[in-house]
């Protein structure tokens, strides 16, 4: 599985940014996937996650309320909308992916996912 995150950028506090992680060499109906962050000097952070089926998803409590993650299988594409950024949104965005988890219990430590994209900035200017 290759993965492929896009969509970074600079924005002002307040502002909105989607995210996009084009999967290949597996269709993403059959991955769990998730969004991980870092940010200098901290270590990774987990930012959401969504289940193969979709039916499961969680958020970091920093984030609930202004991201949401989605998934386009016809576009074998992850998704992350960010609205209402912040400040200390500022970090490197990761995309992950893992093989799917029948149970569809929530995923949300690093370890759990064995296929990683290259990352994307995010930068939020107060």
């Known amino acids: 599985v290759q993965l492929q995150a896009s969509g970074g950028g600079l924005v002002q506090a307040g502002g909105s940014l989607r995210l996009s992680c084009a999967a290949s060499?597996?269709?993403?109906?059959?991955?769990?996937m998730a969004w991980f962050r870092e940010a200098p000097g901290n270590k990774r952070e987990f930012v959401a996650a969504i289940s193969w089926s979709g039916g499961t998803i969680e958020y970091a409590e920093s984030v609930k309320g202004r991201f949401t993650i989605s998934k386009d299988n016809a576009k074998n594409t992850l998704y992350l909308q960010m609205n209402s950024l912040k400040p200390e949104d500022t970090a490197v965005y990761h995309c992950?992916?893992?093989?799917?988890?029948?149970?569809?219990?929530?995923?949300?430590?690093?370890?759990?996912?064995?296929?990683w994209g290259q990352g994307t900035q995010v930068t939020v200017s107060s």
């Open positions: 060499g597996r269709t993403v109906s059959r991955l769990d």
């Open positions: 992950a992916a893992g093989d799917l988890d029948a149970a569809e219990d929530v995923r949300s430590a690093d370890y759990e996912y064995g296929y």
